[in-house]
């Protein structure tokens, strides 16, 4: 049966393929009595073969992937499978209880699952206790004959369905067999969208019944541009979205002429276009799009891919790489943003209420849990500063003595360094990511001591506006338009600029094609986006002026009330600053 479905168009492009559904299937059971113990041992050790089977699977290819040491949380986990004094204690009960596996299983390893996390103070307990869960829930699986989604292990073409993406599962997917995926929650700057445009692959996210709707193996057709997916299209639907597959291509030819040039403006004006990344291996996509710079390296997913605290020396090689890799470019690192929906396995947070707003970026890194962690990172740093041009940032940023408990630390592990003999650039800027409207308001005290700003729109509009952007009944808002925000970036930028510093912005923002003619004519120094983006905002600025853009940001924020009257105003002055360049360029051609 053929569904339309609409959604949030988060990632541009155009794909058909089969769906694979990332979602947790249900693995509850009953408690039955058996009077064939052995049968049910029999049953419990073909689940445990073919759990290591597919452990051993996905060990190889994580080495491969990932390398040796990623691979190593596989290792403990096959050993769990392995360890005959639990098996044998989960058989004993099957014999004594005369119960079936499932039973046995749970009761079993929940006593080990309890005992480890018991030892609150042994972290390796803790592992312990986490490894055993993960195998626990594979054993079942298969005891209950269902499968569990393995991203990393998707050897076809797809288009992969789930409730949402976590960051680490958007991390595993390999952009040569997923074709776009499809989400029931989120919107255009939650995680997965995010790293949808940076794996340059289409995107919907918000249809609310994706996963109700589309079963495994059934014909997806996904357009990342309108937001539209069809379940089981008919063929001439599919010769459709493939047709709408190859006009965006060609359009991406175009914009693709413009990887080598100067971001420059219809009246002469440079600005600097820069990419946001996730790990090294995103620098492919960023020179691949001409970025200018890096104006956000997200350096959390060092240590949401890794089993453990990632190491000075892991850390280091990380930086280098990336600092090499863009030579003489900007390279701006933010400093560890843990907490909300990134979490660490290996790091207890404590349960809040509401963690987007609680214990989390800077504020771990300022605390007593957080200190070592986050000297580690300076330091890590620190040394892979005289490999290229690094900038540093620290995110979530309320008050002046946040910043300067953390520039103090910095201060601190250099000094060190320096005293240790290593040596490290002297030409290190280190500013703030404006993401809390606290910053944004007092943005001229911060000026005088900060080297420069980045605007974090993706936070900062929920928080200015009290509205949660994962949440789909107060979406409407999400504003990035909105004469308020407006006005609260202006101030920024404004602020930065009295003191002689540097503004730019790594929230999706900066890559919004209504956005950007604003930001043109505020006068913002840096626009940082999905790489993917980089390309269609240079084709746009470059058909602009800055001189109507000005007047345009000057109205808006002068004369719009709401949202949807700068929405227009903008159509406005776009339109009117082609038909100029147009009848400019005409008169020179007569000339």
Excluded at 361 to 387: C, K, N, P, W, Y
Excluded at 471 to 476: A, H, K, L, M, Q
Excluded at 513 to 521: D, E, F
Aim: charged share 30%; aromatic share 6%.
């Amino acid at each position: 049966m053929v569904e339309l479905l609409k959604g949030i168009a988060a990632s541009d492009g155009v794909a058909v393929a089969k769906a694979y559904l990332l979602v947790q299937p249900d693995l509850s059971f009953k408690q039955n009595n058996v009077e064939d113990t052995a049968a049910e041992e029999k049953r419990l050790d073909d689940a445990l073969a073919a759990s290591s089977a597919e452990l051993e699977k996905i060990r190889d290819k994580a080495a491969k992937s990932l390398g040796e040491e990623e691979a190593q949380v596989f290792d403990a986990h096959l050993m769990v499978l392995s360890d005959p004094e639990m098996i044998g204690q989960i058989k004993q009960h099957i014999q004594d209880n005369k119960v079936n596996a499932e039973s046995s299983l749970k009761e079993v390893t929940d006593m080990y699952i309890g005992m480890f996390e018991a030892m609150d103070d042994n972290a390796y307990m803790q592992e312990r206790a986490a490894d055993i869960r993960d195998v626990t829930k594979r054993v079942m699986a298969h005891l209950l004959g269902v499968s569990l989604p393995d991203p990393s292990m998707i050897d076809e073409e797809v288009i992969v369905v789930a409730h949402d993406l976590t960051p680490s599962d958007t991390a595993q997917l390999d952009k040569n067999f997923v074709k776009a995926f499809v989400t029931d929650i989120g919107g255009r700057t939650s995680h997965s969208a995010i790293m949808a445009r940076s794996l340059e692959i289409p995107a919907i996210v918000g249809t609310k019944e994706i996963t109700s709707k589309a079963k495994e193996g059934d014909v997806l057709a996904v357009n990342g541009i309108t937001g539209e997916t069809i379940v089981n299209p008919t063929d001439e639907q599919a010769a459709e979205y493939k047709k709408a597959g190859e006009a965006y291509a060609t359009q991406k030819a175009e914009w693709e002429k413009l990887k080598d040039a100067e971001t420059v403006t219809a009246d002469g004006k440079h600005f600097e276009l820069a990419a946001n990344i996730g790990t090294p291996k995103d620098l492919e996509g960023v020179h691949n799009n001409g970025a200018e710079a890096i104006g956000l390296y997200r350096t959390e997913f060092l240590y949401m891919d890794s089993s453990d605290f990632p190491t000075e020396d892991d850390q280091f090689e990380a930086y280098k790489a990336v600092l090499e890799g863009m030579g003489d470019k900007p390279v701006v690192v933010r400093t560890m943003d843990i907490g909300g929906d990134k979490e660490l396995p290996y790091l207890t947070l404590p349960h809040e209420m509401n963690p987007f707003l609680g214990y989390r970026a800077l504020r771990i890194s300022l605390s007593e849990l957080g200190d070592d962690m986050f000297r580690t990172q300076l330091r890590a740093l620190l040394r892979a500063s005289v490999h290229g041009n690094l900038r540093i940032m620290f995110p979530m940023v309320a008050t002046l003595k946040e910043f300067r408990a953390a520039k103090k630390m910095f201060n601190e592990e250099k000094e060190k360094l320096v005293n240790e003999g290593v040596k490290v650039s002297d030409t290190i800027q280190v500013g703030i990511m404006i993401e809390i409207p606290a910053a944004a308001v007092l943005a001229d005290k911060f000026a005088k001591e900060v080297d420069f700003f980045s605007i974090g729109t993706n936070d900062l509009i929920q928080y200015t506006m009290a509205a949660d952007r994962m949440n789909e009944r107060v979406s409407y808002l999400y504003q990035p338009y909105n004469p308020s925000i407006l006005r609260l970036i202006k101030n920024v930028i404004d602020a930065a600029h009295a003191e002689g510093k540097w503004a730019g912005m790594c929230g999706e923002m900066a890559g919004d094609q209504t956005a950007v003619p604003l930001l043109m004519g505020m006068g913002l120094d840096e626009f940082s986006m999905s790489a993917t983006s980089i390309l269609r905002t240079r084709s746009l600025m470059k058909r602009l002026t800055t001189t109507d853009m000005a007047e345009l940001a000057e109205k808006a924020l002068k004369e719009c009330d709401t949202m949807e009257e700068v929405e227009e105003l903008v159509k406005e002055y776009v339109t009117v600053s082609y038909t100029h360049l147009r009848a400019h360029e005409t008169r020179s051609n007569l000339v």
